[in-house]
């Protein structure tokens, strides 16, 4: 289930803590506990991914990972990680944003999000894993998450 998806069929508590991560089991579920520990004292939490391996292929995509990430800082004051898969939230801080990205991009959105709302925020060193089945990122979507973040800091 998306993301989108799961914030329209299930109202959001307040007095929940929520955890997303990617589906493709790039991501490691054995960190939720950490995640959660940690909201007890930040507001968002951000996965900063290690050990990132890599085809030869995907080396376009890591570099555009690091320049979507420069971009950020650049833009809006922080460099983190913009495109984890895996960010922990407060109920009531997820309820006060205001997502509206639906694809590629939402990453781009909590992060912009984030910066808005000037959160307590920190960022988990945590493994990165190959993703089971088949690659969807396309190197387009790198250029619409740019647009993205380019046109959400300028808007009115």
């Known amino acids: 289930m998306g993301f989108q998806t799961f914030l329209k069929k299930y109202p959001i508590k307040e007095d929940e803590?929520?955890?997303?991560?990617?589906?493709?089991?790039?991501?490691?579920?054995?960190?939720?506990?950490?995640?959660?520990?940690?909201?007890?004292?930040?507001?968002?939490?951000?996965?900063?991914?290690?050990?990132?391996?890599?085809k030869l292929k995907n080396i376009v995509h890591f570099i555009g990972n690091k320049i979507i990430s420069l971009l950020g800082f650049l833009l809006y004051g922080r460099y983190i990680d913009i495109c984890t898969g895996m960010w922990g939230f407060r109920?009531?801080?997820?309820?006060?944003?205001?997502?509206?990205?639906?694809?590629?991009?939402?990453?781009?959105?909590?992060?912009?999000?984030?910066?808005?709302l000037n959160l307590k925020s920190k960022e988990i060193l945590i493994d990165?894993?190959?993703?089971?089945?088949?690659?969807?990122?396309k190197e387009s979507d790198g250029f619409r998450i740019i647009?993205?973040?380019?046109?959400?800091?300028?808007?009115?």
């Open 17 to 54: 803590l929520y955890v997303m991560l990617d589906g493709d089991a790039s991501y490691p579920a054995k960190d939720i506990p950490i995640f959660l520990e940690n909201l007890k004292e930040y507001e968002i939490i951000s996965g900063k991914r290690k050990g990132v391996r890599f």
């Open 91 to 116: 109920g009531d801080v997820l309820k006060n944003m205001k997502i509206s990205a639906k694809g590629f991009e939402l990453e781009a959105d909590l992060f912009m999000n984030m910066r808005r």
């Open 128 to 137: 990165y894993f190959p993703r089971i089945g088949e690659e969807k990122l």
């Open 147 to 156: 647009y993205f973040l380019i046109r959400k800091r300028f808007a009115s």
